[in-house]
């Protein structure tokens, strides 16, 4: 799904979130008839929501909803969405549909809170230090547009030639073969998990072509991004 907010247009491919503050112009757009988007919208003056400030001391407009912003997604939480969609198709009555969605709001806050918390509170020293964690937040949030060695150094304020050196050292991969098996880990993952086409898994991976997707994995895996389904 592309959508637009704030300065510009991006890709939202499954495992990320957009957030965005009240009354904020956005346009999102589904690449076909099949794409789905899960949207809560919350009532800043929901009740609800007033009563999680209140008993766990925060400050969701200052933090949580501050300015737009979009979240990598860590993989125990892609369930949690496929459950609520579930939850939200399946038939109810007005009063439960009512229960559901504040039972929904309240727990994606609090989870994508803690997140957003979390990412603040160490986002300097994950820039400078080149973890395994930095790593792949960094490249789970650019799977549409893999980052090239340029952007990977400028971001960990490394050289490149101290990227690759780096990369070889902790990883035994080069930058670009560690962002490859990155990207082919959410392959499999969404082979195995969902039923998305081959097609839309290359494209949000940000594969040009879907033969240049299965030619990577044949490589990675010894076998076709479609033998990986059957085998799940």
Known sequence: MDYEFGPGGERLVLGQAAILPPGESHLYLGRDDDCEVLVL???????????????????????????????SLPPSLVPLVEMAAHQ???????AQATLLNHQLGMLFV???????????????????RLTTEALNAFIDAH????????????????SQSQLHLRCLRDFGVTPQQYVMNRRLSWARYWL??????????AFDLG?????????????????????????G
Do not use: M, W
Request: aromatic share 4%; proline share 7%; hydrophobic share 30%.
């Open 192 to 201: 195995r998990e969902t039923p998305r086409s081959v097609s839309e898994i």
């Open 143 to 158: 799977l549409a547009r893999p980052p090239d060695n340029p952007t990977l150094a400028d971001h960990f304020h490394l």
């Open 110 to 128: 609090s989870q994508l809170s803690e997140l957003v918390a979390a990412r603040h509170t160490g986002e300097e020293s994950r820039r400078d």
């Open 41 to 71: 919208d919350i009532d800043a003056e929901d009740p609800c929501l007033l009563a999680l400030e209140r008993c766990c001391t925060l400050e969701l407009r200052e933090s949580l909803f501050a300015v737009p912003r979009t979240l």
């Open 88 to 94: 939200l198709k399946a038939p109810r009555t007005q």
């Open 207 to 231: 594969f040009s072509e879907v033969s240049s997707f299965s030619r990577a994995y044949r490589r990675r895996a010894g076998h076709s991004p479609s033998e990986e389904r059957k085998s």
